[in-house]
């Protein structure tokens, strides 16, 4: 492969902009169509010549912009690249771009059809900036091998690449169940991870599918309601939490019920801060003023004697 | 061929020898290689690795190696137990790391990662370092054990790393030593002149346990025909139940387990017995969860405990400790119990006391462990 020192233009009607290597190729950015505006185009895109006319190899959305105003693009010709050599090509020439899981796998989908494993992980993953021994590496190689459809999803940044590891030990009807889940919703990170986590790890704990403890939770009945995405999700997180720990979900419940008769009219919180490891509570309280000092102290005196705290000492033990 | 026999079925995947250059010559190398002749064994590569190699590159699939090393580090190490917890304040000699056996619950998955079985062949050093130590003030107890990074009797066949510390420590009426292992070798106990002065153990868990859980392992009523030859011999056991895993039908498991026992030995052979609640890291979890994918205990109520370990949730906890302790207290057993790195709230709900009472734990354990 080799790269000619000479610039030549040619109409951006004349050259195919399309092809696997152009991996990233979305919607050109407002910025970049601003730029070619006021100065014109400031670099070169890389194309190389075939039968069919000039192939873009880099530069998708210089082309787009210009082929819009009509006018002519300045071009770096590109000698005999192979198709790994067009995508490392295209990699070096976007180098600037701030990149996002969903890319990353984009041109990690891209490459692996053309090399091994070992050249993926030591050559490619590197100039993606993921590290060949990183847990996100791991990540990528499960969703490499996972089905299209989810391969889809990650792609559309629906579900997060954290998810891949908990999605790689599902089987694939307990796949299939989850999947409604991620058809509407972009979920975050920690949101998707816990999600599918908590789904996966009871459905081993209690011996049965994935759909049977969606079901369970009422995953589907949330789903029915119409919410808006932000509270569909917090209800379903909060549902198949309270599926994934029955017994500690409980004891929180009862604990938010004591705490609120013992607290109620004050501005006093109380909070277990252990997960039930130790008995008691921490009590907070925030005041700013020498009367709400004095309101809370005469609070607290009159928590004191309030009979639920005799509930709350026990929660977590043995008399609970 | 036809008089080739076969090491003990744990240590069947040791598939080559490295031995630093060291310690080629070292009693322990000598003896390795002297004991693996005449078994199907025998032909098993030995490399010997130059002063100042980083570490060995062994990746043969489901082979082991192991690995003749001299160390230069502590021998005699306290046992890593956390603040928030009572500890039982054993001593830790330190003979090697890792282990030829697999059991999904280990934590030695997560401290070693390779597969390589560690011995620390420079002998002299550690019972020199031991000498100092233990020979310092006669008057000074110390109980001791060397199952904290791998099993005390694992390797035993092969290395008889367990019989030379027992000859050794004869000569220190102070030291009591206790032989954790999860499979029989008793060759040490020839070695023993004082039967008070060494303490074999053996971990127990539910049958169910032991048969989907440990594997390449001796089973539990071999552990406790080597129990009941150990008390008949005059030797005091130890027994440890620890992991206890909360799986169904635990109930049933642990009370069989714990009937058993009294069909083996009576209570006043056991020094001590332990329960232990499985606890982990939390990174351990991904790693049981890769190893032994069929495990589904990891996924029950595991919260963050004070030591930030993965524990489960302290109800579910009671509810196993309450039923165990009942049971092993009706077969008589009671001074000897304690609980491995459990809370004063859970030793009070449980036992109605805490070591507090009875002036800690490291003390009451190391009565127990001269039959004070």
């Given at each position: 492969?080799?790269?000619?020192?000479?610039?030549?233009?040619?109409?951006?009607?004349?050259?195919?902009?399309?092809?696997?290597?152009?991996?990233?190729?979305?919607?050109?950015?407002?910025?970049?169509?601003?730029?070619?505006?006021?100065?014109?185009?400031?670099?070169p895109?890389?194309?190389?010549?075939?039968?069919?006319?000039?192939?873009?190899?880099?530069?998708?959305?210089?082309?787009?912009?210009l082929?819009?105003q009509?006018?002519?693009?300045?071009?770096?010709?590109?000698?005999?690249?192979?198709?790994?050599?067009?995508?490392?090509?295209?990699?070096?020439?976007?180098?600037?771009?701030?990149?996002?899981?969903?890319?990353?796998?984009?041109?990690?989908?891209?490459?692996?059809?053309?090399?091994d494993?070992?050249?993926?992980?030591?050559?490619?993953?590197?100039?993606?900036?993921?590290?060949?021994?990183?847990?996100?590496?791991?990540?990528?190689?499960?969703?490499?091998?996972?089905?299209?459809?989810?391969?889809?999803?990650?792609?559309?940044?629906?579900?997060?690449?954290?998810?891949?590891?908990?999605?790689?030990?599902?089987?694939?009807?307990?796949?299939?169940?989850?999947?409604?889940?991620?058809?509407?919703?972009?979920?975050?990170?920690?949101?998707?991870?816990?999600?599918?986590?908590?789904?996966?790890?009871?459905?081993?704990?209690?011996?049965?599918?994935?759909?049977?403890?969606?079901?369970?939770?009422?995953?589907n009945?949330?789903?029915?309601?119409?919410?808006?995405?932000?509270?569909?999700?917090?209800?379903?997180n909060?549902?198949?939490?309270?599926?994934?720990?029955?017994?500690?979900?409980?004891?929180?419940?009862?604990?938010?019920?004591?705490?609120?008769?013992?607290?109620?009219?004050?501005?006093?919180?109380?909070?277990?801060?252990?997960?039930?490891e130790?008995?008691?509570?921490?009590?907070?309280?925030?005041?700013?003023?020498?009367?709400?000092?004095?309101?809370?102290?005469?609070?607290?005196?009159?928590?004191?004697?309030?009979?639920?705290?005799?509930?709350?000492?026990?929660?977590?033990?043995?008399?609970? | 061929?036809?008089?080739?026999?076969?090491?003990?079925?744990?240590?069947?995947?040791?598939?080559?020898?490295?031995?630093?250059?060291?310690?080629?010559?070292?009693?322990?190398a000598?003896?390795?290689?002297?004991?693996?002749?005449?078994?199907?064994?025998?032909?098993?590569?030995?490399?010997?690795?130059?002063?100042?190699?980083?570490?060995?590159?062994?990746?043969?699939?489901?082979d082991?190696?192991?690995?003749?090393?001299?160390?230069?580090?502590?021998?005699?190490?306290?046992?890593?137990?956390?603040?928030?917890?009572?500890?039982?304040?054993?001593?830790?000699?330190?003979?090697?790391?890792?282990?030829?056996?697999?059991?999904?619950?280990?934590?030695?998955?997560?401290?070693?990662?390779?597969?390589?079985?560690?011995?620390?062949?420079?002998?002299?050093?550690?019972?020199?370092?031991?000498?100092?130590a233990?020979?310092?003030?006669?008057?000074?107890?110390?109980?001791?054990?060397?199952?904290?990074?791998?099993d005390?009797?694992?390797?035993?066949?092969?290395?008889?790393?367990?019989?030379?510390?027992?000859?050794?420590?004869?000569?220190?009426?102070?030291?009591?030593?206790?032989?954790?292992?999860?499979?029989?070798?008793?060759?040490?106990?020839?070695?023993?002149?004082?039967?008070?002065?060494?303490?074999?153990?053996w971990?127990?868990?539910?049958?169910?346990?032991?048969?989907?859980?440990?594997?390449?392992?001796?089973?539990?009523?071999?552990?406790?025909?080597?129990?009941?030859?150990?008390?008949?011999a005059?030797?005091?056991?130890?027994?440890?139940?620890?992991?206890?895993?909360?799986?169904?039908?635990?109930?049933?498991g642990?009370?069989?387990?714990?009937?058993?026992?009294?069909?083996?030995?009576?209570?006043?052979?056991?020094?001590?017995?332990?329960?232990?609640?499985?606890r982990?890291?939390?990174?351990?979890?991904?790693?049981?969860?890769?190893?032994?994918?069929d495990?589904?205990?990891?996924?029950?109520?595991f919260?963050?405990?004070?030591?930030?370990?993965?524990?489960?949730?302290?109800?579910?906890?009671?509810?196993?400790?309450?039923?165990?302790?009942?049971?092993?207290?009706?077969?008589?057993?009671?001074?000897?119990?304690?609980?491995?790195?459990?809370?004063?709230?859970?030793?009070?709900?449980?036992?109605?006391?805490?070591?507090?009472?009875?002036?800690?734990?490291?003390?009451?354990l190391?009565?127990?462990?001269?039959?004070?």
């Amino acid at each position: 492969m080799q790269l000619s020192s000479e610039i030549l233009t040619a109409p951006a009607d004349t050259m195919r902009d399309t092809g696997p290597h152009l991996f990233w190729s979305d919607k050109p950015q407002e910025s970049l169509k601003n730029s070619i505006n006021e100065f014109g185009q400031t670099t070169p895109i890389l194309v190389q010549e075939t039968t069919d006319g000039l192939e873009v190899i880099a530069g998708h959305a210089r082309v787009s912009i210009l082929r819009e105003q009509g006018k002519p693009v300045l071009a770096r010709l590109v000698e005999e690249a192979d198709d790994v050599e067009k995508g490392l090509l295209y990699l070096a020439d976007n180098a600037q771009r701030p990149l996002d899981d969903a890319m990353r796998f984009a041109a990690l989908r891209y490459f692996r059809p053309l090399m091994d494993e070992k050249q993926l992980r030591s050559d490619i993953l590197p100039r993606l900036g993921v590290k060949p021994k990183s847990k996100d590496a791991k990540l990528f190689a499960a969703w490499l091998d996972m089905a299209d459809n989810w391969q889809a999803h990650l792609l559309a940044g629906r579900v997060p690449l954290a998810a891949g590891i908990v999605l790689g030990r599902m089987e694939e009807a307990d796949r299939n169940a989850v999947e409604p889940l991620f058809a509407n919703f972009a979920w975050s990170r920690s949101n998707g991870v816990n999600m599918l986590t908590w789904l996966f790890e009871a459905g081993k704990m209690a011996n049965c599918s994935t759909a049977d403890i969606m079901e369970r939770a009422g995953v589907n009945e949330i789903l029915r309601q119409g919410l808006s995405p932000k509270d569909c999700i917090a209800r379903l997180n909060a549902a198949v939490k309270d599926t994934r720990y029955p017994e500690l979900s409980a004891l929180q419940e009862h604990f938010a019920k004591a705490a609120r008769e013992i607290t109620a009219g004050t501005r006093w919180r109380l909070n277990q801060p252990n997960n039930f490891e130790t008995g008691g509570a921490e009590m907070t309280v925030q005041i700013k003023d020498a009367d709400q000092l004095a309101k809370a102290v005469k609070d607290l005196e009159t928590m004191a004697g309030v009979s639920t705290w005799e509930t709350l000492w026990k929660l977590g033990g043995k008399d609970d | 061929m036809t008089n080739q026999t076969r090491l003990p079925q744990h240590l069947r995947k040791i598939a080559h020898v490295f031995v630093d250059e060291s310690m080629q010559d070292s009693p322990i190398a000598q003896r390795v290689k002297a004991r693996l002749e005449g078994t199907t064994q025998a032909d098993i590569p030995w490399t010997v690795v130059a002063p100042g190699s980083d570490r060995l590159e062994f990746e043969q699939g489901d082979d082991q190696a192991l690995y003749l090393k001299e160390y230069k580090g502590k021998f005699l190490r306290f046992c890593p137990g956390t603040r928030a917890y009572h500890c039982c304040g054993y001593r830790i000699i330190h003979i090697g790391e890792n282990c030829p056996m697999a059991c999904s619950y280990c934590i030695l998955q997560a401290y070693f990662q390779d597969r390589v079985l560690k011995i620390w062949a420079n002998q002299n050093d550690l019972f020199s370092e031991l000498g100092d130590a233990f020979g310092a003030d006669r008057n000074t107890r110390y109980r001791v054990g060397t199952g904290e990074f791998t099993d005390s009797l694992a390797l035993e066949h092969l290395t008889g790393y367990s019989h030379d510390l027992v000859g050794f420590l004869n000569d220190h009426e102070n030291v009591v030593l206790e032989l954790k292992s999860k499979v029989v070798d008793l060759t040490w106990m020839d070695a023993a002149k004082r039967t008070d002065r060494v303490l074999p153990a053996w971990s127990l868990n539910a049958p169910f346990i032991n048969e989907h859980e440990e594997f390449d392992v001796s089973t539990l009523r071999e552990r406790l025909e080597a129990a009941r030859t150990c008390a008949e011999a005059g030797f005091r056991v130890c027994l440890h139940f620890d992991p206890i895993i909360h799986y169904p039908g635990w109930r049933e498991g642990y009370a069989e387990i714990i009937d058993m026992i009294f069909d083996y030995v009576k209570p006043e052979n056991i020094a001590y017995m332990s329960l232990g609640s499985f606890r982990c890291m939390p990174q351990l979890t991904p790693i049981i969860a890769d190893n032994f994918p069929d495990t589904t205990y990891i996924y029950n109520e595991f919260v963050p405990g004070l030591d930030g370990k993965a524990r489960l949730l302290r109800p579910l906890r009671l509810e196993q400790f309450s039923f165990m302790v009942d049971r092993l207290r009706a077969h008589g057993m009671d001074r000897q119990l304690y609980f491995c790195m459990e809370s004063t709230e859970v030793w009070n709900e449980v036992f109605g006391y805490a070591p507090k009472d009875f002036g800690g734990l490291g003390k009451r354990l190391m009565e127990q462990a001269f039959g004070d």
